[in-house]
């Protein structure tokens, strides 16, 4: 288990847990990220901050303060590549 800020971009992650004392955590429940569902990095920012996130077909800008309260299981995915 990691914090979602640690993933590369393009890699998913499976929540675990979600700290939802924070407004900005309780607001993440309210848009449906709750443990279970999948999620994939999709931007950092140039200077790292923030980052941009996908899930249930919405993104979703988080600063990395912020990510790092979201606790992710990396997935793996294979790529399949075509002849």
């Known amino acids: 288990m990691r914090p979602?800020?640690?993933l590369?971009?393009?890699q998913q992650g499976q929540v675990v847990q979600l700290n939802a004392t924070r407004p900005?955590?309780?607001r993440l429940l309210a848009l449906g990220l709750m443990?279970?569902?999948r999620v994939k990095l999709?931007?950092?920012?140039p200077l790292g901050d923030p980052i941009a996130i996908e899930f249930q077909n919405q993104c979703v800008s988080l600063r990395k303060a912020?990510?790092?309260a979201v606790?992710?299981?990396v997935l793996v995915t294979r790529?399949?590549?075509s002849a």
Not at 42 to 45: F, G, H, L, N, T
Request: no cysteine; net charge negative; proline share 4%.
């Open 4 to 6: 979602l800020s640690s």
């Open 8 to 10: 590369t971009v393009g």
């Open 24 to 26: 900005i955590d309780q």
């Open 35 to 37: 443990p279970g569902m």
């Open 42 to 45: 999709v931007r950092i920012a």
């Open 66 to 68: 912020e990510a790092e």
């Open 71 to 73: 606790q992710v299981e």
């Open 79 to 81: 790529e399949v590549f």
